[in-house]
């Protein structure tokens, strides 16, 4: 059976624009012909492909027809690009229409600090967009398995299953805290009965640093009180607002402690390693994008640990 790639892409842009509506808009052509489209693909398939909700998603077997759309868009852009043939339907057809979407996952505080730059470069010399899904380590592997992305910033050193992976380095994260705050609640130092009654900043739930690191130190981690403020720079602003002590890595604290307005509670470091995952696919452009994004992060990432495990991602 060969599959009809105009369908797989009609499917693609359902899930892209997480509705029939949405995605009709983006297609230029009605909610009707793209339900047709949809229901066309699964008849001929025999399988349910999208979950009708909101926003949709598609099922098993519709992530896998979703990924083909999304490799086959990929390749396609690498052979015109080679054949030195534009993508663009039309000649006169405005130059933002013909540029290919790369969705990427990537971690809060990698967004926040090193990988917008290398992003930027690569728009300016190739003809891509980019979808950014932030999200932590936890979910960037779904993400990759279900064609969602095409590659991701992960902790996760083994390969997922069709990927290749590249090490980029780690994050190294501090414990901080501003003047103030450490005067009221430590004013004997970060120690273990000290920071058992200290407020906590976290990211959201699933952010085990601020744990780990009071592990390591011997504080009892379910005493604290903890603010939860799930944006990497307000978290890091919350911190220097007073509202708790938190883990922040060089990129957000260096200026601060140089100043003064932040100050360091000692203890060890945590360090969150860094990989780059990216679908195995011979592609001159996914390569490029992963050559800037690789090259950008050993610039200003630490290098790797031997034995880090850690989690903000």
């Known amino acids: 059976m060969e599959l009809p790639l105009d369908l797989a892409r009609t499917l693609a842009a359902v899930v892209d624009a997480g509705s029939l509506d949405a995605a009709a808009r983006d297609l230029a052509i009605t909610p009707s012909a793209v339900s047709q489209r949809v229901k066309l693909l699964e008849r001929r ?9 909101r926003p949709v998603r598609p099922t098993e077997a519709g992530a896998a027809i979703v ?12 052979a015109l690009d080679a054949l030195g043939i534009d993508a663009g339907p039309e000649a006169s057809e405005p130059r933002e229409r013909r540029r290919i979407r790369i969705p990427l996952a990537v971690n809060a505080d990698s967004l926040a600090t090193w990988i917008l730059p290398p992003l930027a470069r690569l728009a300016a010399s190739h003809p891509v967009v980019f979808d950014l899904h932030r999200d932590d380590q936890d979910f960037t592997a779904g993400l990759l398995e279900t064609g969602t992305v095409m590659a991701a910033v992960t902790s996760q050193a083994e390969p997922v299953a069709g990927c290749l992976v590249r090490p980029l380095g780690i994050l190294r994260y501090r414990a901080v805290a501003a003047p103030g705050y450490a005067e009221r609640w430590l004013p004997g130092g970060a120690t273990a009965d000290a920071l058992a009654a200290a407020p906590v900043v976290d990211f959201d739930r699933r952010d085990d640093l601020q744990t780990e690191y009071l592990q390591r130190v011997g504080a009892d981690a379910s005493r604290p009180p903890r603010h939860y403020v799930p944006a990497s720079n307000d978290f890091a602003t919350a911190i220097k607002l007073g509202l708790g002590w938190g883990l922040l890595p060089a990129f957000q604290s260096q200026a601060e402690l140089d100043r003064g307005d932040l100050v360091p509670l000692g203890g060890p470091p945590v360090d969150v390693p860094h990989h780059w995952q990216q679908w195995n696919l011979r592609s001159p452009l996914l390569d490029a994008i992963a050559d800037e994004v690789v090259a950008e992060a050993r610039r200003t990432l630490d290098a790797p640990a031997p034995a880090s495990a850690s989690r903000r991602l």
Request: glycine content about 4%.
């Open 67 to 78: 990924r083909l759309a999304r490799q086959a868009a990929l390749l396609e852009h690498d």
């Open 45 to 53: 398939l025999g399988r349910v492909l999208l979950v009708r909700s």
